[in-house]
Nanobody, 121 residues
Framework: QVQLVESGGGLVQAGDSLRLSCAAS???????VAWFRQAPGKEREFVTA?????????GYAESVKGRFTVSRDSAKNIVELQMNSLKPEDTAVYYC??????????????WGQGTQVTVSS
């Protein structure tokens, strides 16, 4: 079990970029680490996840495909989310979450506190 802390959020204009960081308290080499977001009035939605075996994305939500990229620095226990061409509809609280890779369950057991991303038009 790891503790997670997100950072990098802020207020930007449409078309700008942001890089979010998810720092883990311990090794994430055997964890899948995902990004979720929750916009006002909407349910939490999956954005993407970093696979334990290489750190590449397991897939992206259709709404962010081609604009967001997830990456992992295993040595530093950090997962980043590069967000380009931001749109007002990307406004949300962004959370990172982790789950053990070697389990049939896909439930995320560790969650960060979230970081606010606000995109103005």
């Amino acid at each position: 079990q790891v503790q997670l802390v997100e950072s990098g959020g802020g207020l930007v204009q449409a078309g700008d970029s942001l890089r979010l960081s998810c720092a883990a308290s311990g090794s994430i080499s055997r964890y899948t680490v995902a990004w979720f977001r929750q916009a006002p009035g909407k349910e939490r939605e999956f954005v993407t996840a970093s696979s334990w075996n290489g750190g590449g994305s397991t897939g992206y939500a259709e709404s962010v495909k081609g604009r967001f990229t997830v990456s992992r620095d295993s040595a530093k226990n950090i997962v980043e989310l590069q967000m380009n061409s931001l749109k007002p509809e990307d406004t949300a609280v962004y959370y990172c979450a982790a789950r053990r890779a070697f389990t049939p369950s896909e439930v995320y057991t560790s969650w960060g506190q979230g970081t606010q991303v606000t995109v103005s038009s």
